[in-house]
């Protein structure tokens, strides 16, 4: 795909991005394609073969672009590692995918340890003495389904492991989203999120790749800077998560994003209705919503013509399947909820070295995303948790989102998760833990939940806290919350 994008227009001016001090270079596609090479030659003189990993610790830079394409052009397979991570959750990465190298920048070599297998990305790049010959000319052919990338799970509930995504995954990625959005050379895409995530890497770069539109990369989503990012770059495609529109929100009434935008996406967490409807309301744009996880990239998404649905992650992408399993293993008919399943091309092959776990994740072929999920009758998929999150209290189903959606819409409320407590007689009951302005009382939230929701519902507690514990894209760490000392039921 980059390569017949490169024929075509290999002239053009493919990436910008920001250096210190200022500078901000611009690359065409024929440009990119040489110091990728240039990577890739650097990869094979350290002694780095196809279907070996390289993990790269990176933040967004010029320099992860050219590691992605070397390493898919050779056959390597690339392992994204958060650059958030410390200690043990990169010893678990480094440990699980027996990596070749470990590609980091000179301020975070000491985070592993004295693993000799880490180089900084100037030490991989520079000249080496050591014998080798490198072919300048193309790549080996690589299989359809020869490993790309190893993505490890974001750990909302503990370790992570590693899904394990084949070329052709990526591919069919590519493929459904721009047929869905629309996506040409002429575009202009301002890169935010971080290219070790797959909302970034795999809907973003890599869709960047095989269109060879103008893309500017930055390091990160900037609250400050980025209403001069659209001004000056005016771009036609945005991607972000819940957070930065919600920031994006907060900017002065004088900040104007330009109508340059066709297109707003968010993913990787739930997308409150309030700030669906904010967000139209302040910039006249209608924020479409899509659903994906590292296991199978993306599976729907609400249409790019016709209703973009508050609430809801739209309808299956491309070639897609989707299904709603019953607790009974029978599909459950449309307006009731239940474990979301996902057949397609975009679907991993399974675990990095656990088969134990990849068994339990798919049944009939069908991988079961712990997702729970409802359909309407016009086939729009509504998320209504995660199965473990399910709080059964007195043999009654909740679903926490429910009781999300009620708190985020009562104004001073910034952040809410509901999760289950223990419980002698119910068995569970809900407990809501909030970030939320001092003049919001107790009683407001419970009087906004007694108006929406069935008393069963009612959480048994506010919890106030500074902040959730999230991911680096907006996912709530529950495991990570703060115990609660309250009381258990009376009634």
Not at 53 to 68: E, F, K, P, Q, S
Not at 357 to 370: M, S
Not at 375 to 393: C, K, N, P, V, W
């Amino acid at each position: 795909m980059f390569e017949a994008a490169r024929r075509a227009r290999g002239d053009a001016p493919a990436i910008t991005w920001s250096e210190p001090g200022g500078a901000r270079p611009t690359l065409t596609l024929h440009e990119v394609h040489e110091r990728a090479a240039s990577m890739e030659r650097a990869l094979v003189a350290r002694g780095v073969r196809p279907g070996d990993r390289v993990v790269a610790h990176l933040a967004n830079g010029i320099a992860y672009i050219d590691l992605l394409i070397a390493c898919l052009r050779r056959g390597i397979v690339l392992v994204p590692a958060n650059v958030l991570y410390r200690g043990r959750e990169l010893e678990h990465i480094v440990a699980d995918a027996d990596p070749a190298l470990v590609v980091t920048t000179a301020e975070h070599v000491g985070l592993f340890g004295g693993d000799a297998r880490v180089l900084t990305i100037d030490a991989l790049t520079a000249p080496t003495t050591a014998p080798t010959t490198v072919p300048r000319g193309a790549a080996p052919p690589v299989r359809d389904d020869a490993p790309a990338l190893i993505i490890y799970t974001s750990g909302t509930t503990g370790r992570a492991k590693g899904a394990v995504l084949s070329h052709a995954n990526v591919a069919a990625n590519v493929r459904h989203l721009l047929a869905a959005w629309r996506i040409t050379a002429a575009d202009r895409y301002l890169a935010v999120l971080p290219l070790f995530h797959v909302h970034g890497l795999c809907n973003g770069a890599c869709c960047w790749l095989a269109t060879g539109c103008l893309m500017r990369l930055e390091e990160r989503f900037d609250h400050t800077s980025a209403p001069g990012w659209f001004a000056e770059f005016r771009p036609t495609l945005f991607y972000g998560v819940p957070t930065v529109y919600t920031r994006m929100l907060e900017w002065p009434p004088e900040v104007e994003i330009g109508r340059s935008v066709r297109l707003f996406v968010s993913g990787s967490a739930p997308l409150p209705a309030h700030v669906h409807a904010a967000f139209r309301a302040r910039f006249g744009q209608t924020i479409l919503e899509r659903y994906g996880m590292s296991e199978t990239l993306m599976n729907t998404g609400n249409p790019y013509d016709g209703e973009r649905r508050a609430g809801s992650v739209g309808q299956p992408l491309g070639d897609v399947r989707v299904r709603i399993m019953a607790a009974d293993g029978t599909p459950a008919p449309d307006g009731t909820v239940g474990e979301v399943e996902v057949r397609g091309p975009n679907v991993f092959a399974g675990y990095w070295r656990n088969e134990d776990a990849t068994a339990r994740a798919f049944r009939d072929g069908w991988f079961r995303t712990g997702d729970l999920g409802e359909r309407s009758a016009d086939g729009y998929l509504t998320l209504r948790g995660r199965s473990g999150d399910l709080i059964i209290s007195g043999g009654f189903n909740i679903y926490p989102r429910e009781i999300e959606d009620v708190l985020l819409e009562l104004p001073g409320v910034r952040e809410a998760v509901v999760v289950g407590a223990p419980d002698p007689r119910r068995g569970e009951v809900p407990l809501a833990y909030v970030v939320a302005d001092a003049g919001v009382t107790d009683d407001a939230m419970r009087a906004a939940c007694a108006s929406a929701i069935a008393s069963f519902k009612m959480p048994r507690a506010f919890v106030r806290v500074d902040a959730l514990p999230r991911t680096a894209l907006g996912k709530v760490q529950k495991h990570l919350l703060p115990p609660w000392g309250g009381a258990a039921a009376a009634d």
